[in-house]
């Protein structure tokens, strides 16, 4: 592991703002650090795409190429994960092929955090723990596929990522949930936890695959200068939670709803019938849904990824341009 932290070269101690409040040591790569330095914008990435998210060896040619987006759009991409134990905001070229193709990863929510840290483990972040390990980082913007949300037919079943969004002030960008899930309660725990969510160029909330879920989104911004303004006035409030921008998935490779919605309902009927609960759930769904929609979900995806990278690199140039 010690060819893997040649680029690494800053070990900075700072403070997770939260009920919990404690101290942890973040390592920055190279790229990230002179970004920082340099007051340059950035774009926190996960890292559970590369080791849950996609098949090899799509995964890493997707890293790679959301890295290259953001940095085409203006900004510094700033892949997170937990590398030997060690929070790392920004990983190397080495770092991101270790993670695409290591079979000893744990996916990482909060929970998991001291859990991977203590054992000096390998974890990839999933939405709510890249946004807790981007805000210590002092990373304000984090590009994402979709958030987690409630469970249909389950309402008890919420995601750490909403609970997430509702206490760790920064600016996710995703294509809003996904469609497995029930997006009207989604879309009510994000209110009760004060989220504002704005639709980027749109006025409904996007459901993933596709571009409308036929809920209202609170706030619609047509460019990243309005999201950057609103995103400011939040500060100015001191308010803890995100501000969730949501994007459609660009329209040529989005899915017909009723086909997406056929495909859910036989997913779901299957994961009853085996009795499939919790944190199972959501990946079964996943995968049935992309096998009965073929390559086309799959497409679908890496499209999004790509957009809502470029999408969150405008944005964060828009907020460091005072």
Request: glycine fraction near 8%; include cysteine.
């Amino acid at each position: 592991m010690s060819s893997l932290n040649q680029a690494r070269i800053i070990n900075h101690k700072t403070d997770i703002l939260g009920p919990v409040n404690p101290s942890i040591d973040i390592e920055y790569g190279a790229e990230v650090a002179l970004a920082i330095a340099e007051g340059r914008p950035i774009v926190a990435l996960e890292s559970t795409l590369i080791t849950h998210g996609l098949p090899r060896p799509v995964n890493l040619e997707v890293a790679q190429r959301l890295e290259e987006i953001v940095r085409e759009a203006g900004a510094t991409p700033a892949t997170i994960a937990i590398i030997a134990g060690r929070p790392c905001a920004g990983l190397t070229a080495d770092e991101l092929t270790f993670l695409a193709h290591c079979d000893d990863v744990r996916k990482c929510s909060r929970r998991d955090l001291p859990l991977v840290t203590a054992t000096q483990a390998h974890g990839a972040t999933t939405v709510a723990a890249t946004m807790l390990v981007a805000h210590a980082a002092g990373i304000p913007v984090f590009a994402t596929g979709g958030i987690g949300g409630v469970h249909r037919g389950h309402p008890f079943d919420v995601s750490a990522d909403l609970l997430e969004l509702g206490r760790t002030p920064i600016t996710v960008v995703c294509a809003g949930a996904k469609a497995i899930l029930d997006i009207p309660l989604t879309l009510e725990v994000l209110e009760t936890h004060g989220v504002p969510v704005i639709g980027y160029g749109t006025d409904a909330f996007p459901a993933f695959y596709t571009p409308s879920s036929g809920c209202p989104v609170d706030m619609r911004c047509d460019d990243a200068a309005a999201v950057a303004s609103l995103i400011r006035n939040r500060d100015r409030w001191g308010l803890s939670a995100a501000c969730l921008v949501t994007v459609p998935v660009p329209a040529a490779d989005a899915l017909p709803a009723d086909v997406m919605e056929d495909a859910i309902q036989a997913a779901l009927a299957e994961a009853d019938a085996q009795q499939i609960r919790g944190k199972d759930v959501t990946p079964y769904l996943l995968a049935r849904v992309s096998e009965m929609t073929g390559n086309a979900s799959r497409v679908a995806n890496i499209s999004l990824l790509e957009n809502n990278a470029r999408v969150a690199a405008e944005i964060a140039s828009a907020l460091a341009s005072r």
